[in-house]
């Protein structure tokens, strides 16, 4: 067992290493799609920068050349560029009059508890639905898939509509817009959660049904524990591994998703600064908003992976 250790401990380096490499590498492209699409956009640099409603002098411009180092070749503007980022710079946002860090800053909070309301709504959901109908037939059943298959099918705006009229227009229980307190999160929450909820139910019920054949499950009902003892302690951690994979990349996207429900309820937050931010053609804050995704999913799968290990011992370096 001694001899083991020291090849485990480098075997769990060599892994540490390739996912700090995929890490870089994710983040670095990042970066340079985002340098090269402000390179080559036509037109003036400045102008790019400034926004197409600019005023400003002659002198301001000659000053943001000069810091940009737009006089220089690309080469060096790339190599500066990256070098900014290393250090955390990334730039400002001269429609705003403020340094790009603090406009993501002031966005990211509320698309971040956004977010993880949703994602916890969206796993709740389809534990609660796929565990109670897993390897059943029947009305229940029908119901369960019905209501998944038309959470996959609709688009997530035609939710936010619909539980805009049911719960605020009608039953005034939730504010139409905004995004001071929890009840301003329900609904917007529950649009994005909705969609992922419908899917991350079908690849559960399929992989519990899957545990349930095993021998393992046959064997704890020998031994004298309930169907639901069965699916909660044993088949459900053997399920839990797919559907981990497939939360974090739904997680990735609920950015996307966060454009049109921030928008639709009138919220704060990274989706509708992006939407401002193309409409006026901010780019530097743009920019930001592309190396922050990358950032996040990069973190996503980080987790993932870690879970994985944790539910999975055979997956331990």
Do not use: C
């Amino acid at each position: 067992m001694k001899t083991q250790a020291p090849a485990r401990r480098a075997r769990a380096l060599r892994a540490g290493a390739a996912r700090l490499a995929g890490v870089v590498a994710v983040l670095w492209g990042a970066a340079t799609l985002a340098f090269l699409a402000l390179a080559l956009i036509p037109g003036d640099p400045v102008t790019i920068l400034l926004g197409p409603f600019t005023t400003a002098s002659q002198e301001i411009r000659d000053q943001i050349a000069a810091d940009h180092g737009l006089d220089r070749p690309l080469h060096e503007r790339y190599l500066a560029y990256l070098g900014r980022l290393v250090t955390g710079d990334l730039g400002e946002s001269y429609q705003l009059q403020k340094p790009v860090s603090a406009v993501l800053g002031e966005a990211i909070g509320p698309t971040v508890a956004l977010a993880l309301t949703a994602v916890v709504l969206a796993v709740t959901i389809a534990i609660v639905s796929a565990v109670l109908t897993a390897g059943r037939e029947g009305r229940l059943r029908g119901l369960a898939t019905g209501w998944e298959l038309i959470a996959v099918s609709l688009p997530s705006h035609w939710f936010g509509i619909l539980l805009l009229t049911a719960f605020s227009f009608q039953l005034q229980l939730f504010p139409v817009v905004g995004g001071v307190g929890p009840q301003a999160l329900v609904l917007p929450a529950l649009t994005l959660a909705l969609p992922i909820a419908g899917v991350l139910a079908q690849v559960l019920r399929e992989g519990l049904e899957a545990a349930l054949a095993q021998p393992f499950a046959v064997t704890a009902r020998a031994r004298g524990l309930s169907r639901r003892q069965v699916r909660l302690r044993h088949a459900l951690r053997h399920a839990a591994a797919p559907l981990a994979t497939l939360s974090g990349w739904l997680a990735g996207t609920l950015l996307g998703g966060a454009v049109i429900v921030e928008t639709v309820f009138g919220r704060p937050g990274l989706g509708a600064l992006a939407l401002q931010s193309a409409m006026n053609k901010d780019m530097p804050v743009l920019i930001g908003i592309v190396l922050v995704s990358a950032l996040v999913f990069v973190a996503l799968s980080a987790l993932i992976d870690a879970f994985h290990l944790l539910v999975d011992p055979r997956l331990r370096p």
